[in-house]
T-cell receptor
Framework: RKEVEQDPGPFNVPEGATVAFNCTYS??????FFWYRQDCRKEPKLLMS???SGNEDGRFTAQLNRASQYISLLIRDSKLSDSATYLC????????????FGPGTSLSVIP | SQTIHQWPATLVQPVGSPLSLECTVE??????LYWYRQAAGRGLQLLFY??????ISSEVPQNLSASRPQDRQFILSSKKLLLSDSGFYLC????????????FGPGTRLLVL
């Protein structure tokens, strides 16, 4: 089983739609969780951290379920500029800090 | 504020030639530094990790090597490039006070012909 798994998509949604991405991780000792976005041919950029109680940043809501080892990202009122690949990231501390990137989910928001 | 630089932005090299990619970080001390590779349409593959000067951990056996001669400088090298070395090379830094959030440089796009 891969350490971090995501639905690769692509997700093609109309402007204004709500879209949800899911991510699962295998290491129950994981401590920190993040969502990044990566635009085509650009570097990944931090979108938001994911906290145990869930957190919201404008149109974006992230949730964590430690029991199910599951992370989600909800985007409301999708904009054309939301089109990108969304990467789920998990920090599994071992003898050294280890950050695992998921393969990413591609989103295209259509006019 | 912290910034991370990578150069060159793009590079075209023949098979068998050497490689040197440089990454520098400004505005922070003793960062953890990372080298990743992303093949076209694929996810990020961690290549090397460093927690301090001269300390390098390798994640994947390959013909690449890394060095950290200074606190905020990370270099990726190869003596002889292979076709399979083509990809998007990303340097990143992190510090634990931010929960190991990683911040990426703009990347180097390498094409080996």
């Amino acid at each position: 089983r891969k350490e971090v798994e995501q639905d690769p998509g692509p997700f093609n949604v109309p402007e204004g739609a709500t879209v949800a991405f899911n991510c699962t991780y295998s290491n129950s000792a994981s401590q920190s969780f993040f969502w990044y976005r990566q635009d085509c041919r650009k570097e990944p950029k931090l979108l938001m951290s994911v906290y145990s109680s869930g957190n919201e940043d404008g149109r974006f809501t992230a949730q964590l379920n430690r029991a199910s080892q599951y992370i989600s990202l909800l985007i409301r009122d999708s904009k054309l500029s939301d089109s990108a690949t969304y990467l789920c990231v998990v920090n599994s501390k071992t003898s050294y800090d280890k950050v695992i990137f998921g393969p990413g989910t591609s989103l295209s928001v259509i006019p | 504020s912290q910034t991370i630089h990578q150069w060159p932005a793009t590079l075209v090299q023949p098979v068998g030639s050497p490689l040197s990619l440089e990454c520098t970080v400004e505005g922070t001390s003793n960062p953890n530094l990372y080298w990743y590779r992303q093949a076209a349409g694929r996810g990020l593959q961690l290549l090397f990790y460093s927690v301090g000067i001269g300390q390098i951990s390798s994640e994947v056996p390959q013909n690449l090597s890394a060095s950290r001669p200074q606190d905020r400088q990370f270099i990726l090298s190869s003596k002889k490039l292979l076709l399979s070395d083509s990809g998007f090379y990303l340097c990143a830094w992190s510090v634990w006070v931010r929960g190991e959030t990683q911040y990426f440089g703009p990347g180097t796009r390498l094409l080996v012909l």
